[in-house]
């Protein structure tokens, strides 16, 4: 049996490993190398990675290669003896990379925080970006490979995928966005993520429905990018985003404002705290607000245990009306999953 890593929210844990057990190639949990951080056996790492990126799980948000294992002491010498085991496994680690030209990569690392390592991750990585240097450019933000090293108690687990098997180009699937002064609401983040990992643009103009948009994060973003945008929420938005010129606040719920309208939009969002069958029915009712092949995005707000199985009624409703492009428990998602959609053009079924 061979090793990899499995990244999901601590609190979707076994509905991860669930999901990951019923794919058609045989999975066990060797262990919890931190909480959502699983190391699974599987016959065959790579040809699971690549049934996974093909059919994205919901629950998991990053694999990583664990092909090399060594032990850890708990020491500063782990640094030492990191690199030289890297150095010594790179022509292997490295053969798709020095055969090809140059492909930009990156090097993750990751230490559990059951661990109390005497080091940082920085400290880690940087001689192993000393010695990958000359294969080719980093590039941190947008990289083909990842070489990816998890430091659990007293093993390390390294490898190199293409960024692709590993379903993020970031480390653990761990986005970090830098918070700006314009910022409204942490709910911001996850809109960002969204685009990141979907790799969407919001068009530079036309017209966006936000439901549930208080205090008025992805208004605000929707605003910013050129979209023209209905806010509607019963509680109040930011002053900040009611004084933008391009936001009209509706105050009342949802449900009202899709009965009695008759805008067509470009783009639809719904962060909205409710049920998420409810809300996947609202947004059926919306779609025929939304001009055929609009994007929309929204978060599923999921119980806890039956978390999965609500998801799954959500998604079935979501079909009457849309093709679901993408749905993952983003790093910014808590209890909830962000599905991206696009409107049928052929009507709802
Ligand atoms: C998580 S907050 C939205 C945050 C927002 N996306 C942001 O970026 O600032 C959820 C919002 O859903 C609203 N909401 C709940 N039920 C609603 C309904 N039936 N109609 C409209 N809004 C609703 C709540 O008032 C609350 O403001």
Redesign the pocket.
């Known amino acids: 049996m061979s090793h990899l890593i499995a990244t999901c929210s601590p609190e979707a844990a076994s509905t991860a490993l669930t999901e990951l057990q019923q794919r058609s190639l045989p999975i066990t949990l060797a262990t919890w190398l931190d909480t959502g951080v699983a190391l699974l056996s599987t016959p065959d790492p790579q040809a699971l990675a690549d049934e996974l990126t093909a059919h994205p799980p919901v629950f998991v948000r990053h694999l990583a290669p664990a092909d090399l294992v060594m032990p850890l002491s708990g020491h500063v010498d782990d640094i030492a003896a990191l690199t030289v085991a890297v150095r010594d496994a790179l022509p292997d680690l490295m053969s798709e990379l020095m055969t090809s030209s140059a492909k930009p990569y990156a090097v993750q690392v990751r230490l559990s925080r059951q661990a109390a390592h005497p080091y940082t991750r920085y400290a880690v990585a940087e001689p192993l970006r000393t010695l990958l240097a000359s294969y080719g450019p980093e590039d941190v933000r947008h990289p083909q490979h990842i070489l990816s090293v998890y430091c659990a108690t007293a093993q390390a687990y390294i490898g190199l995928w293409p960024a692709a098997r590993c379903l993020s180009d970031w480390a653990g699937g761990e986005y970090h966005f830098a918070r700006t002064a314009e910022q409204?609401?942490?709910?911001?983040f996850?809109?960002l993520e969204s685009l990141e990992v979907w790799k969407l643009a919001l068009p530079g103009q036309g017209d966006a429905l936000?439901?549930?948009?208080?205090?008025?994060?992805?208004?605000?973003?929707l605003a910013q990018a050129g979209l023209s945008v209905v806010a509607?929420?019963?509680?109040d938005l930011?002053g900040r985003v009611l004084r933008l010129p391009l936001v009209q606040h509706w105050r009342?719920?949802?449900?009202?404002?899709i009965a009695s309208s008759t805008t067509m939009f470009d783009v639809l969002?719904n962060?909205?705290?409710?049920d998420a069958r409810h809300s996947a029915r609202?947004m059926v009712q919306a779609a025929t607000r939304l001009r055929p092949g609009g994007l929309a995005i929204m978060?599923l707000k999921l119980p806890q245990p039956r978390g999965a199985a609500v998801y799954r009624q959500a998604q079935q409703v979501l079909a009457q009306a849309y093709t679901v492009i993408g749905a993952r428990q983003l790093f910014h998602n808590r209890s909830e999953v962000t599905v991206v959609l696009r409107r049928e053009t052929g009507g709802i079924r």
């Not at 509607?232 to 509680?235: G, I, S």
């Open positions: 409204v609401s942490r709910a911001e996850k809109l936000d439901l549930g948009a208080a205090p008025g994060g992805w208004t605000r973003i509607v929420d019963p509680a930011d009342g719920y949802a449900e009202a404002y969002v962060d909205m705290r409710m609202l978060t």
